[in-house]
Each structure stands twice: as C-alpha cells, then as structure tokens.
C-alpha cells in the first residue's frame, strides 16, 4: 500500500514539481500516470522509492514514511526501472548485471542464481546471459533493465515511459509481461504518455498536468473523455474515436478490445442487410 | 563536485559585466588569478574576493559564484590539512602560530584561485568563448573542442545524477563502508557515464560532420567582436591592477612569506 498525503516538491531550482499530490494505491492494483512531459510525473515515481523525499507533506510505502528510510531498504519493495536502460548497465555480463542488485541486497550465492536465472527466463533473455549489455537491441535492454529489477521480485514494480523507442512487436512482449506481473498480484505504477499502450491494460488512470494530479479514475471513464485528456495534451486511444462515430449503428463508445468492435460491427451489419 | 562546476555554467544576463568584451574579461579574470598567486597576504587575498564578489554582484551572478565557492570548500579544508600536517611535521611543532597563518593564507588564496574564473565563464556565451579564443589565433577544432567540453559539462552531471539515482534504486550503497571499498562502489556509477559520454561524442562527431564542419580553412563569425569605449575602459582598469599588483610584489616587496 502506498499513500502520498498532500506532498509538495520542488527541486533546487525553484520548480515546482509536485503541487500537493494525495492518493493511494492498493496492493495488486495496475495505475498508469498520465500527462505531457514535465507533468511530474517522473518526480512521483522517483519519490517512491525515497530518491526524492517530500519538501512538505509525507510518502507512506507499506506504513514506512520515506523521509525515515534509506533508498536500499525501500528498494526492496519498490524496484523503479528509469526510462534509459543505458544508465544502469556496467557489467560484462547479461547475468552479471541481474546479479548485482541481489549481491547488495546480501543474498546467498545460490538465491542469488536461481533468482537471476528465473528472472532472464522471464523477460526471455536467458540465452543472452554471458554476453555484454551493450551488445543487447533496444528492446532487449529494455527488458534487461526490468529483468535487473524482477531479479528481487519487489511487490512495487514501477516503470518510467517503458514503450519510448520500441517497436510494436517489443511493445506487445512488454505488454504480456506487465499482464503475467499483474497476474502475480503485484502493484504496478507505470509512467507513460503512450495512451494506446496504456489503454490496453485497462488501468486505473491517473491525469497529472503541473504537478497536480487533475483526474483519477478507471480506464473506461477517463480514456472516453476526450476534452480531459485533451486538456492535458493527451488523445484518446483510437478504439475510442472509432466507437464514438459508430453511435449510428448503435455501438456504445468504449475500450474493447478491437476484434470485439469488429465482431459487433459485423452484426450491426447484418442486422441492417436482413431488415432491407 | 557538482556545485563546483556549476561555477563554469553560463548564466544569460543584460548586466554591465555580461556586455563588456569577453577578451577584457578574460584579462580581469587572469588580472585576479595572477594577484591571488603572487601574493600569501590574507589581507590582498581579501582584497582579491571582495573584488570577484562585487564584480559577480554587478552582474547577478553572485549565486552561482557562492556556490563555486561552497563546492570548493572541502578541496580548500584538505590544502589547509595537508599543508599544516606537513610544515609542522618537517618543523616538529604542532602549535606554531606561523605554520597556521601560511596554511590558511594557503587554503584561503585557494578560494579567490578558483573562483578567479567563475566571473569570465559565469557571464559569457559558449559562442563569446569560442570568438575570443579565435582572436587569440588558437585554431577552431582546439577551441571548438574546449567549447563543447564546457557546454557538455551540465549535462555530465545531469547524467551523473541520473546513474546514481538508477544505481542506488538496485540497492547500491555509495556513502557505506571504508574509503577502498567506496572508491570500488563508484564503478556502477563511472561505466554508463563514460560509456554515455564516449556515445555522445561519436555522435556529435557524425552531427558535426554532417554540417561539414572544418569544410572551410578559416572560420566566420555571424557577430565580429569589437572593442567599445567601455571595453577600454575596462581593459584599463585590469591592466593598471595587473600592473600594480606586480608592481607591489617585485618592487616594493610588499609580501615577505
């Protein structure tokens, strides 16, 4: 459980990037934080896991005020993936570099391995393990950075805009492996402004725009109001825009999945084929 | 470290000292390190921070100059240590007034050392920069080189900040343990951030040839510099302070160590 109560953060140079932000967030729950770049987004996230401490109000993770705890032994419940996988890597090895969190947190040498093992198995990059980072794709390394963090299976796992620069086939592998930790019943926080990726989760969504937090509510409400998304420089998932402008076949607007629409299109059709 | 060099950062202004000539700043920045180094009087060290600080007061920058000076700070404690350890060892007396007064004059004269050059970067464009070291007929690729490493500075330790948080979000413990084992635990922190940097340049280099740079032998300038009455002016006062403080010290032998 995670609760935020009236924080306020600006950093040194005066920004005001969070501008009395209260929620909370239940064990289990999938929340996609939404708004254009400088929302501040980034800023919560890294505040989870005590990068950041409040300048006035309090974060509260599992009933741990953040301000009263080092990041290492938050990290053990909240694991951030940064949005550049590039700024973590320094191992000579794939496996190595799943390893290392593990080694800090002190685990023996066999948790440690069958940990890194399950973890590169997951995130399908097992038969990467002795080659360098470096060498690894975009969307491999992507995977790898949430591969480092699956490693100490962290009941929190946050993830900073993880779709930037992936391809559609990575985005649906990141996609399926967000659905099986959801599944796992861990909370999930992603930071993201790709509305179709998040749409697809059906997550509770949380607008921010300047620091506020402007709209908190579930997928099916938020992603149909057009003139709230817009306000935070956001449009709606294309399912959206398609369903509004079939009301004359009698097709409510909403987030199916496409093949749904489909499928409901077609019988709109037929409908109308059998009365003519 | 890092607050440091934000002491080197251009900070934009339409103050006196922001329009005055770079190459008359360049001189009144050499004028206060060349007085600062001749002399081990904590009085003309005073003198010498009294006149950086009015100069970065005039032109709004005394922020960024104070904090030049605060990141200096642990560099000028260890010169003070150090050359207090190592006088009253060679002298074996631990209390000796003198060995306190010329460590300190020491350590102190740092401070108007460093913060000597704040003013000259603190006020003028990366472009300023790179003109005045044209006219110094240094050649472009050297000065573009010195340019880009002054203007990619802010970002290195934007980036820094960014590995540490990332690092330390995978439970690494940079302020634990003793001094071997925490130089050993900066290594997760230097690897992406020279790996970064190194990517930076390649690319850089690619961006830069592709505007065909060095294409033609000598360089233009869009905005030519030019000495105004006020630059001369400026240009006087430097060299008469050059002089005088050159002066003192030779002729007069004001300072006697």
Redesign the interface.
């Known amino acids: 459980m995670i609760a935020f109560e009236s924080v306020e953060f600006v950093y040194p140079s005066g920004v005001k990037a969070l501008d009395g932000v209260s929620l909370r967030i239940g064990d289990g729950e999938v929340v996609a934080l939404m708004g254009e770049n400088g929302a501040g987004k980034t800023t919560l996230l890294k505040h989870l896991n005590g990068l950041l401490k409040p300048t006035s109000g309090r974060v509260l993770v599992d009933g741990v005020d953040t301000r009263k705890a080092t990041v290492a032994q938050l990290a053990r419940t909240v694991g951030l993936v940064f949005q550049n996988a590039e700024d973590m890597f320094f191992s000579s090895s794939v496996w190595e570099e799943a390893a290392f969190a593990l080694r800090n947190f002190g685990y023996s040498e066999r948790v440690v391995e069958r940990r890194v093992d399950w973890a590169l198995k997951f995130m399908e990059l097992e038969k990467y393990s002795d080659a360098s980072p470096f060498m690894l794709s975009g969307g491999e390394k992507k995977r790898l950075a949430l591969a480092v963090i699956l490693a100490w299976s962290p009941k929190v796992i946050a993830l900073d805009e993880p779709t930037t620069g992936q391809d559609q086939l990575q985005k649906e592998k990141l996609l399926q492996m967000i659905k099986l930790l959801r599944e796992q019943g861990r909370t999930i926080i992603i930071s993201t402004h790709d509305v179709e990726f998040a749409a697809q989760l059906k997550p509770r969504v949380i607008l921010m725009r300047r620091g506020r937090i402007v709209a908190d509510g579930e997928a099916d409400e938020i992603f149909l109001d057009e003139e709230l998304l817009r306000s935070c420089n956001l449009l709606p998932p294309q399912i959206v825009s398609l369903t509004k402008r079939l009301g004359f076949l009698g097709i409510k607007p909403s987030l199916k999945h496409p093949r749904e629409v489909a499928d409901e299109i077609i019988d709109r059709l037929e409908g109308l084929s059998c009365k003519t | 470290m890092a607050t440091l060099l934000q002491g080197l950062q251009f900070q934009p202004g339409a103050s006196v000292i922001h329009r005055l000539d770079p190459r008359v700043k360049l001189l009144i920045s050499t004028t206060l390190l060349i007085t600062s180094l001749l002399y081990l009087e904590v009085a003309v060290t005073s003198l010498v921070i009294a006149v950086e600080l009015i100069l970065s007061a005039i032109s709004g920058t005394a922020k960024r100059w104070a904090k030049t000076v605060y990141g200096a700070l642990p560099l000028v404690i260890l010169i003070f240590l150090m050359n207090y350890l190592v006088r009253s060892f060679s002298e074996g007396s631990y209390c000796d007034p003198s060995i306190i007064y010329v460590s300190f004059a020491t350590a102190y004269r740092l401070i108007a050392f460093l913060a000597s050059f704040s003013i000259f970067f603190l006020t003028t464009t990366p472009e300023e920069l790179g003109m005045t070291l044209t006219k110094l007929r240094i050649p472009y690729t050297y000065s573009f080189a010195f340019i880009s490493a002054i203007r990619f500075t802010p970002i290195l330790a934007e980036?820094l900040q960014?590995?540490m948080?990332?690092?330390?979000?995978?439970?690494?413990?940079l302020d634990r343990g003793n001094p071997i084992k925490r130089v050993r635990r900066y290594?997760?922190v230097?690897?992406?951030l020279i790996?970064?940097a190194l990517r930076r340049s390649y690319e850089l280099a690619e961006a830069m040839e592709v505007k065909c740079f060095g294409a033609s032998e000598k360089r233009t300038f869009l905005r030519e510099l030019r000495m105004k009455p006020r630059d001369y002016a400026g240009l006087a006062a430097a060299l008469l302070s050059l002089a005088l403080a050159i002066y003192a010290r030779f002729f007069l032998e004001l300072n006697l160590p």
């Open positions: 980036e960014t590995i948080d990332a690092q330390r979000s995978r439970g690494l413990e290594i997760p230097l690897v992406p790996v970064n």
